[in-house]
């Protein structure tokens, strides 16, 4: 079973490059045979591109929710984001109506899609670093998703203990 | 009426938020649409290379990234008083076009399509491109990914990167490209053309055939009486690349046309104590206030203002298409704000004509296409026509060539005054004596919104990924009577 790991993020918005650089943890703890790890800024129908022939992908982003604390790490799946696909956004579609267009087109689109969504403070002020409690966060994530791909088989390299 | 400022705390709460202020008799006296602005930026490009804004300003827009390094890469030549060779130059525009298609394609079927295929009272849940395939047929589908995705391959092999570009050098580019590559970009570029035609005959088909949308688009609601600017080659058509920039009046005369680097004799910003954005008007007018017509320095940028600024098209599919949408629409220039969508796909045509015609042109492969820079940099402005307006990319730097400003003017900050006139008109259409049609009036005013396609609070990637839209109408003592807004 193909696995992708597919961190989001633009990495000049400060908690928003939360992702790419939980992504950039992983590349280095698995090797490319069991599982490939690409970190993206790209959004919408391109994310398409990167997922079609993978049997499964775990997706990494960060959310800003209502009542969230700040460095909370969400399992999610596109089921959870049905209600949003109703509302077009003004610029592109979001993931869940590319997901769902490329389903209904026929494309080879994973037949699992896990998303972890960290919840973040700041994602409009231009910086390169994460804020502090986000930054803390991410030796979890990093475990959280790790224990995913555990669940599926899926061993670091040299079967390090992560 | 209360006054309400804006605190900085309530902006969080969403990305997009519009405020309508009722009076004592329950009608509309005034709106104001808030986007949150980005913080910071010049402040970030402060003191590094300027040769690497080309690809650190890519990342303000996750859609749109290819306009920023276009204009940006056309600055730091500007920095540097480099010259590119003819190649350099022919090879950026043939990127260039690839781009436009791809960002036309995707806003054309993704966001338009829906409110035309479906109609504006369709339900929400139905009115997005899975809703267009469901109506119009899943081969369509299959089309729209299969010509973004041989734009978006022309961008990866010229720009050196599938997601954002590096190819931009100062005085040229990276790397030339090869004759497979041409090949390939040509019978790319031929399948592009027919495409776009197609997509114009559905517009036909089932917007211009339709009565009611035909009313919709030249009513009243959706009209605006603004000035026009657009970027256009030397025979004054429209060039998304390269050329001087034009400004014409509310009735089509030309009242301008400057080089890139005189912009800030044109253009003006004016603020308002409730917006961190800001309002761009024309300087020879002067800010008038939120008003439409000649006495107002109110200017539109984008698609249709592109097409009203130009007297044509370059290619001659794309003039055929042009010339009928004029003719249709009641002669030049066209204020209906719906008219963007369909001006979108005249450019769409073009787009695909100028990148065959570009990856035709033997020169295209041509190995010389950089000139090294040798004078001391110090300041420099490059503009493009990015697929939501004109994008102005200014940066000074001291004699190393290490920023020291940037000012930026983004397309739609150029529409932030219109958009707030046509929400407002919306707004006064559908809430009368207090009461509101609560799931129209969201729908009309997002139609508006979805024509000037904003692009700034859309950079972030924070998941549900899209931007949320909130509606707050209050009485004249800035009590709240309703919000609506999206659901997430």
């Known amino acids: 079973m193909k696995t992708l790991v597919l961190g989001l993020g633009n990495p000049i918005l400060s908690d928003d490059s939360v992702g790419l650089r939980i992504a950039e943890e992983l590349k280095t703890l698995y090797n490319e045979q069991e599982v490939t790890v690409m970190a993206t800024d790209i959004a919408g129908l391109g994310l398409l591109d990167f997922m079609l022939g993978y049997d499964k992908v775990i997706i990494i982003d960060s959310i800003q929710t209502k009542k969230g604390r700040v460095g909370q790490v969400y399992r999610l799946d596109a089921q959870d984001f049905a209600t949003t696909r109703h509302a077009a956004s003004p610029h592109d579609v979001n993931l869940a109506t590319a997901l769902e267009l490329g389903k209904r087109l026929g494309l080879a689109i994973p037949q699992e899609i896990v998303i972890f969504a960290i919840e973040a403070q700041d994602v409009t002020t231009f910086s390169e670093s994460l804020t502090p409690e986000v930054e803390q966060a991410i030796p979890k994530a990093v475990q959280i998703v790790a224990r995913e791909l555990d669940g599926r088989g899926v061993k670091g390299k040299n079967d390090k203990q992560i | ?488």
């Open chain 2, 1 to 488: 009426m209360k006054r309400i400022t804006i605190d900085p705390i309530t902006r969080l709460e969403g990305h997009g938020r519009i405020e309508i202020f009722l009076d004592d008799e329950g009608n509309v006296a005034n709106s104001y649409l808030q986007v949150p602005e980005f913080r910071g930026f010049e402040k970030f490009c402060e003191g590094r290379p300027v040769e690497e804004l080309p690809r650190i300003t890519p990342r303000i827009c996750g859609v749109c990234p290819s306009a920023h390094h276009m204009a940006s890469t056309k600055a730091v030549d500007a920095v540097f008083h480099a010259d590119p060779p003819p190649a350099a130059k022919k090879l950026r525009e043939l990127y260039y076009s690839a781009h436009m298609c791809h960002s036309h394609i995707a806003h054309f079927y993704a966001l338009a399509a829906p409110d035309f295929v479906l109609g504006p009272d369709a339900d929400p849940a139905q009115r997005n491109i899975l809703g267009v395939i469901a109506k119009v047929g899943i081969g369509i589908g299959g089309e729209v990914i299969k010509h973004r995705a041989y734009a978006q391959d022309i961008q990866a092999v010229i720009g050196g990167k599938a997601t954002h570009s590096v190819c931009g050098l100062p005085g040229g580019m990276s790397r030339p490209i090869t004759e497979e590559e041409r090949k390939d970009f040509e019978e790319k570029a031929k399948s592009m053309v027919e495409f776009a035609k197609f997509s114009l005959k559905l517009f036909d088909d089932i917007v211009l055939a339709n009565k009611d949308y035909m009313n919709l688009i030249t009513g009243d609601i959706y009209t605006m009486k603004s000035y026009y600017m657009g970027m256009v080659d030397a025979k004054n058509k429209v060039n998304f690349y390269d050329g001087n920039i034009r400004v014409v009046d509310p009735e089509g005369k030309e009242i301008a046309k400057f080089k890139p680097a005189d912009y800030l004799d044109y253009i003006g910003e004016h603020t308002e104590p409730w917006s961190y954005l800001k309002f761009p008007f024309l300087k020879r007018v002067g800010w008038k206030g939120f008003t439409e017509g000649k006495e107002s320095g109110v200017y539109r940028v984008a698609p249709l203002a592109r097409l009203n600024a130009a007297d044509g098209m370059a290619t001659p599919l794309a003039q055929e298409a042009y010339e009928k949408m004029y003719q249709t629409l009641g002669g030049k220039p066209v204020h209906a704000t719906l008219a963007f969508h369909w001006a979108r796909l005249v450019e769409l045509v073009y787009a695909a004509e100028r990148l065959l015609e570009l990856s035709q042109d033997k020169e295209v492969t041509d190995p010389n296409i950089r000139t090294i820079p040798t004078a001391t940099p110090d300041e420099g402005v490059g503009v493009v026509e990015a697929p939501r307006g004109t994008l102005y990319h200014h940066y000074k730097t001291d004699d190393k060539g290490v920023v020291e400003k940037v000012n930026l003017i983004v397309a739609t900050v150029q529409n932030n005054p219109a958009m707030n006139m046509s929400i407002k008109k919306a707004a006064q259409k559908l809430i009368t004596k207090g009461k509101a049609a609560t799931e129209g009036l969201l729908n009309m005013v997002e139609m508006a919104f979805r024509a000037y396609d904003p692009c700034l609070a859309c950079a972030t990637h924070s998941l549900p990924g899209q931007m949320p839209l909130e509606v707050i109408i209050r009485d004249p003592q800035g009590n709240i009577l309703e919000r609506l807004s999206r659901k997430l």
